[in-house]
């Protein structure tokens, strides 16, 4: 019987993060059963604990590998303005809001992350600081820290927008609240850093 090469369990164990992360972002982590999980990932229940101690540890590792997908996506942006720019366009665009198993975990998920573990709090607080410090470096070169306030403010605007796009009946009043909320979103970036 051939054995498997030492990579091959962390290569499954990441499989199984990408696919949580997209089905917790469809169906919400509380919607998402171990069962449906792993068969999402191409494995069985029984290998489930293989990898994780329990659904919760799943999560944190889902919300943590999420944040860090979309923190390099941002980083791999034209640098400084131009950078921020995109992003906020991408973010708060009609595909973004269509596609949330393809979008921001922090739009799909807030509301459940509040509910969960320590531990899960604590990798989307980490995730969610990384991108935030991204968009403070790209504001303010040469003094990040002096935009944090800006970055965070800025971002909470786009989630809560996308999330009340994504909650309309009416697209086009939907569109309009896209439309709205990239305007916006633009004008506090240029508005300089939060006193």
């Known amino acids: 019987m051939a054995r498997y090469a030492k990579?091959?369990?962390?290569?499954?164990?990441?499989?199984?993060?990408?696919?949580?992360?997209?089905?917790f972002k469809k169906d919400g982590i509380d919607g998402s059963g171990v069962s449906?999980?792993?068969s999402d990932a191409g494995l069985t229940n029984g290998a489930?604990?293989?990898?994780?101690t329990s659904k919760e540890d799943l999560v944190a590792n889902a919300v943590a590998d999420q944040l860090g997908a979309q923190n390099a996506s941002?980083?791999?942006?034209?640098?400084?303005?131009?950078?921020?720019?995109?992003?906020?366009?991408?973010?708060?665009s009609a595909e973004h809001r269509d596609d949330p198993e393809n979008g921001c975990p922090t739009a799909a998920l807030l509301d459940e992350i509040g509910r969960c573990t320590d531990a899960t709090k604590?990798?989307?607080?980490?995730?969610?600081?990384?991108?935030i410090d991204d968009i403070a470096a790209r504001l303010a070169p040469d003094n990040p820290p002096s935009a944090r306030a800006q970055?965070?403010?800025?971002?909470?605007?786009m989630v809560g927008t996308?999330?009340?796009?994504?909650?309309?009946?009416?697209?086009?009043?939907?569109?309009d609240v896209l439309d709205q909320g990239v305007h916006n979103s633009l004008a506090l970036l240029d508005a300089g850093p939060v006193r």
């Open 7 to 23: 990579d091959h369990k962390q290569a499954t164990r990441q499989r199984i993060i990408e696919a949580a992360g997209r089905r």
């Open 48 to 52: 489930f604990y293989a990898h994780f």
């Open 122 to 131: 604590q990798a989307f607080t980490d995730g969610l600081l990384a991108v």
């Open 151 to 157: 970055a965070l403010g800025v971002f909470a605007m």
């Open 162 to 175: 996308l999330q009340l796009a994504r909650a309309l009946a009416d697209p086009k009043l939907a569109d």
């Open 36 to 38: 449906a999980l792993m």
């Open 74 to 92: 941002l980083e791999a942006l034209a640098p400084g303005r131009a950078g921020l720019e995109q992003f906020v366009r991408a973010y708060l």
